[in-house]
Antibody, heavy 122, light 108 residues
Framework: EVQLVESGGDLVQPGRSLRLSCAAS????????MHWVRQAPGKGLEWVSG????????AYADSVEGRFTISRDNDKNSLYLQMNSLRAEDTAFYYC???????????????WGQGTLVTVSP | SYELTQPPSVSVSPGQTARISCSGD??????AYWYQQKSGQAPVLVIY???ERPSGIPERFSGSSSGTKATLTISGAQVEDEADYYC???????????FGGGTKLTVL
């Protein structure tokens, strides 16, 4: 059974940093593209960032480009999101998600974690 | 920036067919994906690559795409299908990944 468990969410002040983690199990983590998706409370879904299986390619939403960094450690079956210069508008539940296809597809997230809440407030 | 446009809400009676649209300029060349999100839960992929259904998703869920519009169809909608539905796709460059604003489906 695929399991994705996020951690690291917290209450932080604007301008500070936070690192999220996602522990993966139940599948060959090193064969899949992985993503972060966020959802502000009561709002819609927003794609944040994605990373290829071997970390050679990363992608970011314009809203986080230059402030957030996605990374992974295939030996530890873990995905990370380093968030710097946090803003109030970054307040959201952050989900890690696995793509459905090990063949290199970047889209179609068939497994999601339960999310971790990041609150950015003075 | 690229946008996908969905109606805010759709309402049907149980057993009726629900159709949720998603409009985007790149949809003629890019796949659409559909997610179901029930209150307090993580999203679930219900359609990928325009019209493919993941294992475990009921057959009443189907997807189609024509021109700049993708459509999620729920044939014989059930009360348990009440949820928010989001489409997802990329722009023509493939660099910008976006979700639509979401459609609240009411079945009653």
């Amino acid at each position: 059974e695929v399991q994705l468990v996020e951690s690291g969410g917290d209450l932080v002040q604007p301008g500070r940093s936070l690192r999220l983690s996602c522990a993966a199990s139940g599948f060959s983590f090193d064969e899949y593209v992985m993503h972060w998706v966020r959802q502000a409370p009561g709002k819609g879904l927003e794609w944040v960032s994605g990373i290829s299986w071997n970390s050679s390619t990363t992608a970011y939403a314009d809203s986080v480009e230059g402030r957030f960094t996605i990374s992974r450690d295939n030996d530890k079956n873990s995905l990370y999101l380093q968030m710097n210069s946090l803003r109030a508008e970054d307040t959201a539940f952050y989900y890690c998600a696995k793509v459905w296809d090990r063949g290199g597809s970047w889209d179609g997230f068939d497994s999601w974690g339960q999310g971790t809440l990041v609150t950015v407030s003075p | 920036s690229y946008e996908l446009t969905q109606p805010p809400s759709v309402s049907v009676s149980p057993g009726q067919t629900a159709r949720i649209s998603c409009s985007g300029d790149a949809l003629p060349k890019k796949y659409a994906y559909w997610y179901q999100q029930k209150s307090g839960q993580a999203p679930v992929l219900v359609i990928y690559d325009d019209s493919e259904r993941p294992s475990g998703i009921p057959e009443r869920f189907s997807g189609s795409s024509s021109g700049t519009k993708a459509t999620l169809t729920i044939s014989g909608a059930q009360v348990e299908d009440e949820a928010d539905y989001y489409c997802y796709s990329t722009d023509n460059s493939g660099n910008h990944r976006v979700f639509g604003g979401g459609t609240k489906l009411t079945v009653l």
